[in-house]
């Protein structure tokens, strides 16, 4: 009964972490822990953990490459840690669906900010995303955590 609601509560978790990432530009630590908690949880309480096995390998390797794009492209360590927990919901039959979600959203992301920025964005604005040229990458995340649990 409780993995049921798990998919809410991690998509409530990355919706709080977009929100603060829009306000403050940063990321929380102990809200980057939660989707990884409740993985545990959903371990501990799983009959097959054979498929969790290549969960776990899948988010392995998108910590890998979060770590390249941290160290190259500028992405932050909180959005690493977010996409890492992301991945280890994902099955591996919907990876490469995620992936492209995961691209597509942060084009249109990056097309959604830069318009806000231009349209009502200022230095002084108490916003961290209207105030500086940056694009959270909490909103990516975000939108394809929705995508895979609610459509794919």
Not at 78 to 89: D, E
């Amino acid at each position: 009964m409780i993995l049921e609601y798990i998919p809410y509560a991690l998509c409530a978790v990355l919706f709080v972490a977009f929100v603060l990432e829009l306000r403050t530009g940063k990321i929380p630590n102990w809200l980057t822990l939660l989707p990884f908690l409740l993985f545990i949880i959903v371990a501990a309480m799983a009959e097959d953990r054979s498929a969790l096995a290549w969960q776990m390998a899948l988010a392995a390797g998108v910590f890998i490459g979060g770590l390249l794009l941290f160290a190259f492209a500028g992405f932050g360590a909180g959005a690493v840690k977010l996409m890492t927990g992301l991945a280890l919901f994902i099955p591996l039959s919907k990876a490469v669906m995620a992936l492209v979600v995961f691209i597509a959203s942060l084009f249109v992301g990056v097309v959604l900010v830069l318009f806000l920025r231009n349209l009502i964005g200022s230095e002084e604005s108490k916003w961290h995303v209207l105030a500086k040229n940056i694009m959270p990458m909490s909103l990516p995340i975000f939108a394809t955590a929705l995508a895979v649990f609610f459509y794919l």
